[in-house]
């Protein structure tokens, strides 16, 4: 972590640790919305402090500790959700870089966020910190109030809990757009033999409505249930616009849903090769707040 003895600038207090604030509270708790809360908060303690001689260390630990605060209510809201929970889109991954030279660093990916979601909240805080910003152990001993001994050992159990979850490599931006385009088609055409070549046998579909919007209560499993199931959805669309416009989700090609000019999903993918492996598919409206305008 970089060093500054400095106050945040007065035009932006934030400016020069906004993405990294962001990016850390993002990773933590899968929502652009609350983590732009815990930031704001974190520099309200941080303004309303006395004789803070590292600005960066100090904010990072006050969005830590006020992550780690929020997952724990978040535990019991998790426990009454409806139907599966998908983080909340993000369409400026940029803004949430890590900042640092990790393989983890740029990854924004349902998949690595589902595979963080899995840990508890101290292994997440811990292996982020470490892994993805390149946090010293001395430093997160500090932050999490455990030994550096003990933050070693909950970074090591995070790592190997995400290696067995590992998602997959990023796909080529071509072959990505590719299979998008193919799977779009194929949904819209009413195909459903076209679509289940498209898909790997194992391909998974997992859609967040929040109870707010029709989804699947579990994950739909296996490429002829999946294609069913898109081409199904489809056809409840009759007599109203359909628009598909692609669109970059947590930095990945997806696309976004307009019934009649609104807002209705965005759509991702996980791709293996030449196959979709799994679709990510948000409706809560909740979580399509910071989602682009129709254009």
């Given at each position: 972590?970089?060093t ?6 007065d ?10 604030l ?34 960066e ?6 969005v830590?500790?006020l ?14 959700y409806?139907?599966p929970?998908l ?8 803004s ?5 030279a ?28 470490h892994d ?5 152990f ?13 933050c070693?050992?909950?970074a ?15 796909a ?9 385009r ?16 498209l ?7 997992i859609t ?11 994950p739909?499993?296996?490429k ?35 019934l009649d000019d ?7 993918m ?12 948000v409706?809560?409206?909740?979580k ?8």
């Open positions: 972590m970089s500054s003895s400095s106050r945040p600038h035009s932006d207090p934030l400016a020069p640790y906004r993405g990294r962001l990016g850390l509270a993002y990773r933590m708790l899968g929502s652009r919305s609350d983590a732009e809360d815990v930031v704001q908060d974190a520099y309200l303690r941080f303004a309303g402090a006395q004789d803070v001689h590292n600005a260390a100090f904010l990072v630990t006050a830590t500790r992550c780690l605060d929020r997952l724990k209510s978040a535990k019991a809201q998790r426990e009454i409806i139907g929970w983080p909340e889109p993000v369409f400026d991954a940029e949430l870089s890590a900042d640092a990790t393989e983890l660093a740029d990854d924004l990916s349902f998949a690595l966020l589902l595979a963080l979601d899995r840990l508890s909240p101290m292994e997440r805080a811990a292996f982020l910190l993805v910003f390149d946090t010293p001395s430093e997160i001993a500090a932050m999490l109030d455990h030994s550096e001994a003990a070693r050992q909950l090591s159990r995070a790592r190997r809990a995400v290696r067995a979850n590992r998602p997959l490599p990023a080529a931006p071509d072959n990505h757009a590719r299979l998008l193919a799977f779009s088609e194929a949904v819209a055409s009413g195909d459903v033999s076209r679509l289940a070549e898909l790997r046998e194992d391909a998974v579909a967040d409505g929040g109870g707010r919007k029709f989804a699947a209560r579990n739909i499993v296996g002829d249930k999946v294609a069913r199931f898109f081409v199904g959805i489809a056809g409840t669309t009759a007599g109203q616009e359909v628009r598909v416009e692609p669109a970059v989700i947590n930095g990945a090609i997806g696309a976004l849903l307009y609104e807002l209705d999903l965005t759509l991702s996980a791709i293996d090769g030449e196959k979709i492996a799994a679709i990510y598919v409706r809560n409206p909740d399509l707040r910071h989602a682009p305008r129709p254009s």
